[in-house]
């Protein structure tokens, strides 16, 4: 699911290696290659490109723009997609000129200089008040206030049960930290646990800052009470038999077959359940979202969202044509296009109360999370992988007893107060 990417800003490799891929209408560059830019209106640099709906998508943004688009397909290689768009991005290099970005990447180029601002664009004031607002500023606003690019989805950490266990234990439901306590406490034992987590060093921070969040603390400020809070938590989690130490070497693609198994009664995951819906788990009494519970008792739910944005080269030489581009994306129509093609729920709450069917099961959920919950963008600083795998590292630390609570949260501060210069 999410995987987070190295940050290496390197200029290292050409621009000239990028492999290409096209879909049926577009020209298409391959490596070595010359495509002629009379060709085409502008250059795409595509995760999507191997979805086999990919040229079905193309062909509607192409009829809905009148755009012949130039297609490039990025690495699957995280590290290596994440230097080639470096070396694009740091070098000028105006042959690319829309370009998908995820949000590790986001927090390295969004004050860099590299992309160009949208607020008086697309990303108009019309427009970007139907995004969620926590993640437009967390994630791809840049220090001046400019937004630098335009979200392609809503993808949230959701909180997941499972219903059969639920059901077993006498519990309805897990609407508060009482709540959630209860549930641990009537679920584990005998190798089954009330939580999971996906606590490996690269992706355990999902889950401290969504219980930070929950515990009403902030992420960026460890000397924050809650923040203490909300690690003793987990910290007495693994010290009562709640949730399994074993798990800090679990990423989610180790999480989602022992969720299926009945290891564990509740966790958070990325996704709308595809692995669960292929194990014929999913469903209302099976396996399903559920609201985040209220740990901090004043009425406030926290939930992260992330998305991959597509995002304008500021080099690039097609920018009339790229606004037009990322106009589609942002409305109604680009939308909907891509729900259907990439299963991308739509990043606009308006836009997918019309266009996601009332069968899809991730609906009312999403339609919650928008409505009840503070939404926001995860926190990432600009050298994202070395502060995301240093805060792993204590933090699994702490969960093996190596040093304690408050040297934790000490040496974390000191970790936020090290990646933010």
Not at 160 to 177: C, L, R, Y
């Amino acid at each position: 699911m999410k995987k987070t990417v190295s940050i290496l800003l390197t200029t290292a490799l050409a621009a000239g290696m990028l492999a290409g891929c096209g879909g049926n209408s577009s020209e298409t560059k391959e490596e070595g290659s010359s495509a002629k830019k009379g060709d085409y209106d502008l250059t795409l640099y595509s995760i999507n490109t191997t979805d086999p709906d990919f040229d079905d998508w193309l062909k509607n943004v192409e009829d809905a723009t009148g755009l012949k688009i130039n297609v490039i397909a990025a690495p699957t290689d995280s590290d290596t997609r994440q230097q080639k768009i470096t070396t694009i991005l740091s070098t000028g290099d105006s042959s690319v000129d829309i370009i998908e970005i995820n949000d590790e990447m986001s927090a390295s180029f969004k004050n860099s200089g590299w992309l160009e601002g949208l607020n008086d664009t697309v990303m108009t004031e019309d427009i970007r008040g139907e995004f969620p607002q926590g993640y437009l500023e967390d994630m791809i606003t840049d220090k001046d206030g400019n937004i630098i690019g335009v979200p392609g989805y809503s993808g949230y950490l959701a909180f997941w049960v499972n219903q059969e266990i639920m059901d077993e234990v006498g519990i309805a439901s897990i609407d508060t930290k009482e709540d959630f306590v209860k549930y641990m406490e009537a679920v584990s034992g005998d190798g089954r646990y009330g939580y999971g987590g996906s606590w490996e060093k690269t992706y355990v921070f999902n889950e401290i800052a969504q219980f930070v969040n929950m515990f009403g603390g902030d992420y960026f400020d460890w000397t924050n009470p809650a923040n203490k809070e909300a690690i003793q938590f987990l910290h007495d989690m693994v010290q009562n038999g709640q949730t399994p130490i074993d798990q800090i070497a679990d990423k989610y693609e180790q999480m989602n077959p022992k969720a299926n198994d009945g290891k564990y009664g509740s966790w958070f995951m990325w996704g709308l359940g595809t692995d669960y819906e292929k194990a014929d788990m999913l469903g209302a009494d099976k396996i399903h979202m559920a609201m985040v519970p209220d740990f901090s008792g004043k009425g406030q739910r926290a939930i992260f969202t992330d998305s991959w944005s597509y995002v304008l080269n500021k080099a690039s030489e097609n920018k009339e044509a790229a606004v037009k581009f990322l106009e589609y994306m942002a409305d109604e129509g680009g939308m909907e296009a891509s729900y259907k093609a990439f299963d991308r729920y739509p990043a606009r709450a308006d836009v997918a109360a019309k266009v996601v069917p009332d069968t899809d099961p991730a609906k009312e959920m999403y339609s919650r999370y928008a409505e009840e919950c503070n939404v926001a963008g995860r926190p990432m600083l600009p050298q994202t992988m070395e502060f995301i795998t240093d805060m792993g590292t204590i933090y699994q630390s702490c969960m093996k007893d190596e040093i304690t609570v408050d040297d934790f949260c000490k040496k974390a501060q000191e970790l936020v107060d090290k990646y933010s210069k």
